[in-house]
């Protein structure tokens, strides 16, 4: 009888762990991170996004920490990079998939001035100007703080990184 009763609960603690396991299996939030969006990579992302539709709660990057019994994604563009708007911004509104742009808040309406590896892709993109962070459709798009001059911040001293962080934010 002993036996038998230890058998049970053994059972039952095993299918409760089980549950536990899958139960929090699903519960994860990915947050992807892309850069801008070229004509190039322009149908790789509308077939990626449409992917993404079908298969996961698209949540806000504010939401990323809420406990969710359902695997979600986030959508984040580090930059602000200009072709957003022309090839990342409607596909995001069709489907309407909520996302973040992050944009270096001293760096806007030109191309990067900051340091980049040498022949990088995105070297000669202009990133959007306050202009057109104004007209982003922002009941899905949120535009995020990155920093004021997208610095190297291991380099940086504490005080300098808070100031590159905190004037962002109020910045924008
Ligand atoms: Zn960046």
């Known amino acids: ?14 299918a409760l762990t089980l549950g536990g396991r899958l139960a929090s299996r699903n519960q994860y939030c990915v947050v992807l991170y892309y850069h801008g969006v070229s004509a190039k990579t322009a149908k790789a992302f509308a077939e990626q996004m449409a992917w993404l539709a ?5 949540v806000r ?36 998939l ?5 944009a270096v808040s001293r760096n806007l309406a030109k191309p990067p001035q900051w340091e980049m590896t040498p022949g990088h892709a995105e070297s000669n993109e202009r990133t959007m100007s306050e202009a057109q ?9 949120d535009v995020g703080s990155h920093t004021c001059t997208h610095p190297h911040l291991p380099r940086l001293s504490k ?3 808070r100031r590159e962080l905190c004037d962002s934010k109020s910045d924008l």
């Open 1 to 14: 009888m002993k036996r038998v009763i230890v058998l049970v609960i053994s059972a039952a603690y095993w």
């Open 54 to 58: 079908d298969r996961f709660e698209v």
């Open 61 to 96: 990057l504010s939401d990323a920490l809420t406990p969710r019994t359902r695997a979600a994604v986030c959508i984040t563009f580090d930059d602000a990079l200009e072709n957003l708007l022309t090839n990342a911004i409607p596909v995001l509104t069709r489907l309407e």
């Open 98 to 102: 909520p996302a973040t742009i992050i």
């Open 133 to 141: 962070l104004h007209i982003l459709p922002h009941e899905l798009i």
């Open 159 to 161: 005080e300098d990184v």
